[in-house]
Antibody
Framework: QVQLKESGPGLVQPSQTLSLTCTVS????????VHWVRQPPGKGLEWMGG???????DYNSALKSRLSISRDTSKSQVFLKMNSLQTDDTAIYFC???????????WGQGTLVTVSS | DIQMTQSPSVLSASVGDRVTLNCKAS??????LNWYQQKLGEAPKLLIY???NLQTGIPSRFSGSGSGTDFTLTISSLQPEDFATYFC?????????FGSGTKLEIK
């Protein structure tokens, strides 16, 4: 059974850096990719970026300058770091597992991050 | 980037109704269109992948159709648990993109 779970701070101050962790089970990080998707309150879903089985990464061009995704395969964890946070970065952040030619099939429960002083 | 446009943005319906939700892509995405259901406070749930394939465990009252740029999700007989927001999603080309959603509410 595939499970993903996000963890991280619920509150971040403006201009600071967000760090989130996605802990994965039942889903090999070296054979599959894990991505981050966010959703501002009451709004739609935005793909942020992801890390592939070979360790390469892809980022949404709108966030690329602020975003970094990495992993620790020994701990089955994927990390998101995004700097220079502003209030419009307030959102629920999901990690999601990509199933080849089936799209984002597996989702974490999401974690709400509020950017506020 | 491929833009995904969903209509209507809000749909009011009653239990037992047959409803159709629409999704249009700004360019050809072949068959690589998924539908997700999202309830308040929950993660999106995959209902249908690649236009018309029902994800394991999803009731058969859900069905999908379409090709190229125009796609539909049909719920044949609405149940109380179906009132939620539905997103379409293209995974034909990067960056993958979502529609803005259709909120299905009780009439």
């Amino acid at each position: 059974q595939v499970q993903l779970k996000e963890s991280g701070p619920g509150l971040v101050q403006p201009s600071q850096t967000l760090s989130l962790t996605c802990t994965v089970s039942g889903f090999s990080l070296t054979s599959n990719s894990v991505h981050w998707v966010r959703q501002p309150p009451g709004k739609g879903l935005e793909w942020m970026g992801g890390i592939w089985g070979d360790g390469s990464t892809d980022y949404n061009s709108a966030l690329k300058s602020r975003l970094s995704i990495s992993r620790d395969t020994s701990k089955s964890q994927v990390f998101l770091k995004m700097n220079s946070l502003q209030t419009d970065d307030t959102a629920i952040y999901f990690c999601t597992g990509l199933r080849p030619r089936r799209g984002f099939a597996y989702w974490g429960q999401g974690t709400l991050v509020t950017v506020s002083s | 980037d491929i833009q995904m446009t969903q209509s209507p943005s809000v749909l009011s319906a009653s239990v037992g109704d047959r409803v159709t939700l629409n999704c249009k892509a700004s360019q050809n995405i072949n068959k690589y269109l998924n539908w997700y259901q999202q309830k308040l406070g929950e993660a999106p749930k995959l209902l249908i992948y690649n236009t018309n394939n029902l994800q394991t465990g999803i009731p058969s009252r859900f069905s999908g159709s379409g090709s190229g740029t125009d796609f539909t999700l049909t719920i044949s007989s609405l149940q109380p648990e179906d009132f939620a927001t539905y997103f379409c999603f293209q995974h034909n080309s990067w960056p993958f993109t979502f529609g803005s959603g259709t909120k299905l509410e009780i009439k």
